[in-house]
């Protein structure tokens, strides 16, 4: 099993629609969840970071933890065209950070 | 502030040749991390770097190395270049290891 699982997707979905991307993991030492967007030909760029269970918003994102389950989750409400990209989640403990192989999201005008 | 700077931002190499690649931090990050970015095998960590000391390695070969200087800059090697070495090669700093990691523009290493 791999210590993180991320669906490749490409995810196709109409602008305004509410976009969920979801990420398992198996490691229970993992501590602190990250969510990246990278868009082609550039490096990644933080768009969350938690550290416990539970919700996190910035604007338009949500990021959810659920340790019970090791999964973790990113909302986009409102998509736009400008946030199609690929979105990595990653996951860290003491002494190793994780990335998931990333989702390909498009935004429909 | 300025963000991470990466140099150079592409590089043409052939095979049996070796590399070196080179980041600056943010102002004030003494962390620095390394990282291989390829299409089938996502983004692997290399090493990290804090106070000119390697914290930790990731699963790579002894021909990936690295440094980091007092002013926190860091500089990463590979000897013996490979085919499969061709990759976005990315680095991260952050004011402390754990903390929220910034990454820069990558270096994109070709090996003929």
């Known amino acids: 099993q791999k210590e993180v699982e991320q669906d490749p997707g490409p995810l196709s979905v109409p602008e305004g629609a509410i976009v969920s991307l979801n990420c398992t993991y198996s490691n229970s030492a993992f501590q602190y969840f990250m969510w990246y967007r990278q868009y082609s030909r550039k490096g990644p760029e933080l768009l969350m970071y938690?550290?416990?269970?539970g919700n996190k918003e910035d604007g338009r994102f949500t990021a959810q933890v659920d340790k019970s389950s090791k999964y973790i989750s990113l909302f986009i409400r409102d998509s736009q065209p400008s946030d199609s990209a690929t979105y990595l989640c990653a996951m860290r403990s003491d002494d190793k950070i994780i990335f998931g192989k990333g989702t390909r999201l498009h935004i429909l005008p | 502030k300025a963000g991470v700077t990466q140099t150079p931002r592409y590089l043409i190499k052939t095979r049996g040749q070796q590399v070196t690649l080179s980041c600056s931090p943010i102002s004030g990050h003494r962390s620095v991390s390394w990282y291989q970015q390829t299409p089938g095998q996502g983004l692997q960590f290399l090493f990290e770097y804090f106070s000119e000391t390697q914290r930790n390695k990731g699963n790579f070969p002894g021909r990936f190395s690295g440094r980091q200087f007092s002013n926190s800059r860091s500089e990463m090697n590979v000897s013996t270049l490979e085919l499969g070495d061709s990759a976005l090669y990315l680095c991260?700093?952050?004011?402390?290891?754990?903390?929220?990691?910034?990454f820069g523009p990558g270096t994109r290493l070709t090996v003929l």
């Open positions: 938690t550290y416990s269970s």
């Open positions: 991260a700093s952050s004011q402390q290891p754990g903390n929220e990691q910034f």
